[in-house]
C-alpha cells in the first residue's frame, strides 16, 4: 500500500536558484501509521493527494505560554497549490 500524503510544505521563495526544481517536503503516513518527511518534486497526481498544503513560516506564531518565546508557526493554507509550484 501506498503512503497518505498528509500535508505539504512550500518553501519561501517560488523560483529556484540554478534551474532546479522545486522540491516541497511532504509529510507521509505509511499503512502502519508511521509518519515520514520527505523532499519531493510537486506533481499534479501529488497535489490532489494532499490533505492540506502550505507555505512554512508564513502562519500565525505558536508562542510558548510560559516563556512568550515563539517556537513556531502554522501551517498558513494555500488556496491553489497547483499554481504555486
Known sequence: MSSEVIALL?????SPQGGAAILVT???????GLMELRSLVPDASLLRQA?????M???KPIVDPATRE???CEIEPLADPAGTA
Do not use: H, M, T
Open 26 to 32: 511532504a509529510l507521509l503516513r505509511d499503512a502502519q
Open 57 to 59: 513560516n508564513r502562519g
Open 70 to 72: 515563539v517556537i513556531g
Open 51 to 55: 490533505r492540506v498544503a502550505g507555505r
Open 10 to 14: 512550500f518553501p519561501e521563495k517560488s
